[in-house]
Antibody, heavy 119, light 110 residues
Framework: QVQLQESGPGLVKPSETLSLTCTVS????????WSWIRQPAGKALEWIGRIYVNKRTDYNPSLKSRVTMSADTSKNQFSLKVNSVTAADTAVYYC?????????????WGQGTLVTVSS | QSVLTQPPSVSAAPGQKVTISCSGS????????VSWYQQLPGTAPKLLIYDSNKRPSGIPDRFSGSRSGTSATLGITGLQTGDEADYYC???????????FGGGTKLTVL
């Protein structure tokens, strides 16, 4: 059974960099494509971006200038960095397997981790 | 405002049927498959429908999906109080080169 677990600081100061890691168990990171998704309190889900096994990345155009994703196959982890954060980046951040041609969905998902941007 | 448009809320009585619409355009739903997710309060989203009309293992056949033109629909029959949740549609947009989420629909089972 594939499981994903997000980890990282729950509090980030404005203008600094948000950094999160997703650890995958029960499957190899090398087999698929992996995404980050976020959800501000009371609002809709928003796709942040995805990273392929060959390290190719695609980002949401609205966040592209501030987002970087990377992967460490030796640790079976992939990571997210969002720089120059503001209060608008406060959200629950989820990692999930998906989304690519032939697998046009997200499954499974991590439980999510709340990141608050505040001084 | 989401590119994929869903009604903010729907409601129906236990045992009844409800449908949730997801309206897009030619660059997303019009040419790409749709998935649907159920998000119970305080939990991560859960895959309900993939490839527009397929159910993952473990999802009861009370849940169904369809796609026509630039719209998709999630149907739920035999409503239960446990179905109260937010529901989201998702599709790839070939012009934006991005995954799109709908704005979400809150289902209330009266």
């Amino acid at each position: 059974q594939v499981q994903l677990q997000e980890s990282g600081p729950g509090l980030v100061k404005p203008s600094e960099t948000l950094s999160l890691t997703c650890t995958v168990s029960g499957d190899s990171l090398s087999n698929y494509c992996w995404s980050w998704i976020r959800q501000p309190a009371g609002k809709a889900l928003e796709w942040i971006g995805r990273i392929y096994v060959n390290k190719r990345t695609d980002y949401n155009p609205s966040l592209k200038s501030r987002v970087t994703m990377s992967a460490d196959t030796s640790k079976n982890q992939f990571s997210l960095k969002v720089n120059s954060v503001t209060a608008a980046d406060t959200a629950v951040y989820y990692c999930a397997r998906g989304f690519w041609s032939g697998y046009n969905w997200f499954d499974p998902w991590g439980q999510g981790t709340l990141v608050t941007v505040s001084s | 405002q989401s590119v994929l448009t869903q009604p903010p809320s729907v409601s129906a009585a236990p045992g009844q049927k409800v449908t949730i619409s997801c309206s897009g355009s030619n660059s997303n739903i019009g040419k790409n498959l749709v998935s649907w997710y159920q998000q119970l309060p305080g939990t991560a989203p859960k895959l309900l429908i993939y490839d527009s009309n397929k159910r993952p293992s473990g999802i009861p056949d009370r849940f169904s999906g369809s796609r026509s033109g630039t719209s998709a629909t999630l149907g739920i029959t035999g409503l239960q109080t446990g179905d109260e949740a937010d529901y989201y549609c998702v599709s790839w947009d070939s012009t934006l080169i991005a995954v799109l989420f709908g704005g979400g629909t809150k289902l209330t089972v009266l």
